[in-house]
């Protein structure tokens, strides 16, 4: 059974940073393309950042391209998302999943910025 877990989210002052966090059991981590999503209040869960199975290659929405930065070490079977120069319009549950999003979402990380 694939199960996801993020951490790391927290409340923030605009232009703070937070390192979030996502471990994953119950598949061959290493052979997945992995990325973040996020869903804010209201709105359709969206696609945040990816990274290839060797990190050799990643991918960044517009809108945190050049201040979010997406990792993972394979051996801890754990990707990253680190994130500066936080907006108030970054509030959201982050997630992370397959590139594709193809297994059952876990209950992600709450990140707030407000001052």
């Known amino acids: 059974q694939v199960q996801l877990v993020e951490s790391g989210g927290n409340l923030v002052q605009p232009g703070s940073s937070l390192r979030l966090s996502c471990t994953i059991s119950?598949?061959?981590?290493?052979?997945?393309?992995m990325a973040w999503y996020r869903q804010a209040p209201g709105n359709q869960r969206e696609f945040v950042a990816s990274?290839?199975?060797?990190?050799?290659?990643?991918g960044y929405t517009d809108s945190v391209r050049g201040r979010f930065t997406i990792n993972r070490d394979n051996e801890k079977r754990t990707v990253y998302l680190q994130m500066t120069n936080l907006a108030p319009e970054d509030t959201a549950t982050y997630y992370c999943?397959?590139?594709?999003?193809?297994?059952?979402w876990g209950q992600g990380t709450q990140v707030t910025v407000s001052s």
């Open positions: 999943n397959d590139r594709f999003a193809i297994f059952e």
């Open positions: 990274i290839s199975p060797g990190a050799n290659t990643t």
């Open positions: 119950g598949i061959d981590f290493g052979d997945y393309s």
